[in-house]
């Protein structure tokens, strides 16, 4: 009797969120992403949200991609038995954006991996509300979700976008509260002038190669380049010996390397940015846990119906119900 007194009164004393989160299951952060995405690319989705929300949003982008994603994404097959593991008590820091754990898989985790990181054998075990295909990554700014399948799996993100995008705007999407944009991420490479352009001059062929009898001559072409987290890097870049690590962070020296790539595959191409038949987007990944000077950014090109022009080039928003400052640019 007076333990349940102790636990309401505990419960009283929670705030909405706490409570709120006490009750839900999010997918764990993936501690191994951050190294394997400076090792390899990978495909995924960067996902703007409001800022603060970024638990609720993890839900609501989760709940969007099962409708669109293959099956095999959301493989439950391995699911333990829901009613053989016992009910714990979720643990859940108050910033935004950070991980839930069972107290016990907590313990465990740290006692295996000895540095207080997931170890393989908690990640394996996947939440009910979780993503067994897509893993969770840890990002250093608010606003930002950052979901990725592993190295080997290459989805056609575009497409998935295109379809989201088109369901929304034809009125078959659900009302949305927290997600705004979702970016496809077609590859990941370190931001240095060799792998950008591989990686560009890669996916502008595969592009062309797709659409080969439908573009136009000259190929009309725009380049949008976000430096997320750049605040993050400022102090590292004065301090480093090495400006080279960085010089692609400069715009200009960024369009012009993409550019180069883009003519390069494309000869008779030119830049258009009031009406490009595709768009080169590069979004800077603001990710954490990564040595300091590492800056490794999402690459994507994209056909005219998934950007919009003004006021800069971006990728479709979901809903026009957004205001202002509310999602990460």
Request: hydrophobic share 35%; aromatic share 4%.
């Amino acid at each position: 009797m007076a333990e349940e007194k102790n636990e309401g009164v505990e419960k009283e004393m929670m705030s909405p969120w706490e409570q709120h989160s006490a009750v839900i299951n999010l997918p764990r952060f993936d501690y191994n992403a951050p190294s394997s995405l400076l090792r390899n690319s990978h495909t995924g989705f960067l996902i703007t949200c409001t800022i603060k929300r970024e638990k609720s949003a993890t839900k609501e982008a989760i709940a969007i991609l099962r409708k669109f994603l293959e099956p095999g994404h959301f493989d439950s097959s391995n699911n333990p038995n829901e009613n053989s593991i016992p009910k714990r008590r979720k643990l859940c820091t108050d910033d935004a954006g950070e991980e839930c754990l069972d107290s016990k898989e907590n313990e465990s985790a740290t006692a295996n991996s000895g540095d207080g990181k997931l170890s393989s054998a908690v990640k394996a075990e996947p939440d009910k509300d979780g993503v067994t295909g897509l893993s969770l990554v840890k990002l250093t700014r608010n606003g930002l979700l950052l979901l990725t399948f592993p190295s080997h799996t290459q989805p056609d993100t575009v497409n998935i976008v295109s379809n989201i995008i088109q369901a929304f705007e034809s009125g078959n999407g659900s009302s949305l509260a927290w997600c705004h944009r979702i970016f496809p991420i077609q590859a990941t490479c370190s931001l240095n002038e060799k792998e950008l352009q591989e990686v560009v001059s890669m996916l502008v062929k595969k592009f062309v190669a797709a659409k080969q009898d439908k573009l136009q001559r000259p190929l009309k072409f725009a380049v949008g380049f976000n430096r997320r987290g750049t605040e993050e890097t400022t102090s590292v870049k004065e301090n480093s010996n090495d400006s080279k690590a960085f010089s692609l962070l400069d715009r200009n020296k960024c369009f012009g390397v993409v550019a180069s790539a883009v003519n390069h595959v494309v000869e008779d191409s030119m830049v258009d940015l009031r009406s490009p038949e595709l768009s080169v987007l590069v979004e800077l990944l603001p990710l954490s846990g990564v040595p300091n000077g590492s800056i490794i950014v999402a690459v994507s090109v994209v056909p005219s119906n998934l950007v919009s022009t003004k006021p800069r080039l971006c990728i479709k928003a979901l809903t026009s119900n957004t205001k202002e400052g509310s999602v990460a640019p």
